[in-house]
């Protein structure tokens, strides 16, 4: 996959063939053991928040339950307190709680499910749920589905690492980023993780 991938992005842009260049291999990973739902939870459990403030809120609330993760059911069961005092906010007890009631409603896919679903329907699928916007579900498609076709123009990492990367004063606006992306496809999802690289090796600001 990344070999011909890689191919085809540094003949289609220059300017990402010197990212790719210097950042070396593409390390996107995909986490496949993850259910749809689990992968829901944790993406909620982490927006807006730095990823070791997330992971201690998510350790506590996992611990509440069974390992390896709690099912939607005992999630369902438990009460908005119990969640409040693991450090979840209101708003995203309301938003787990929802996608842990459209899991058992069956709005939510089964893994072997999902895994035959087109992109377009699981977003217009699962953004039905309380909590869960387009950014979610495409880290879902990027990270446990492996799509190797999602841009994420909405990204704050993916529209400053563009903005890096092609010597922009502003960040580009989302239909910038798809109209320039098309010559990406069909590996928009590479595209993003190598834009996410060049805010790191901008040190992140």
């Known amino acids: 996959m990344s070999e011909e991938a890689l191919l085809h992005l540094t003949r289609a842009d220059k300017v990402l063939a010197r ?3 210097k950042v070396g291999p593409c390390g996107l990973k995909r986490r496949a053991r993850r259910s749809p739902f689990e992968a ?3 993406a ?3 927006q807006q928040l730095n990823g070791t403030a997330a992971a201690t809120i998510l350790g506590r609330v996992k611990a509440l339950y069974p390992p390896p993760f709690p099912t939607a059911q005992a999630l369902l069961d438990t009460s908005d307190e119990k969640l409040r005092a693991a450090g979840l906010s209101r708003a995203k007890v309301a938003a787990i709680k929802d996608i842990a009631a459209k ?3 069956g709005v939510v896919p089964t893994a072997r499910e999902i895994a035959r679903m087109e992109n377009e329907v699981i977003l217009e699928r699962l953004t039905a749920i ?3 916007g387009p950014w979610t579900v495409e880290m879902l498609l990027m990270f446990t589905l492996g799509r190797m076709d999602v841009l994420p123009v909405t990204d704050y990492g993916v529209r400053k690492g563009f903005a890096l990367t092609y010597q922009l004063k502003d960040l580009p606006s989302a239909a910038e980023l798809l109209e320039h992306g098309e010559k990406w496809r069909p590996y928009r ?3 993003a993780w190598y834009l996410w690289r060049a805010v790191d090796q901008d040190g992140g600001n």
């Open 19 to 21: 990212l790719i260049q």
């Open 40 to 42: 829901l939870v944790r």
């Open 44 to 46: 909620v459990a982490y």
């Open 103 to 105: 899991t058992i409603e």
């Open 130 to 132: 309380r909590g869960v």
């Open 189 to 191: 999802s590479i595209a």
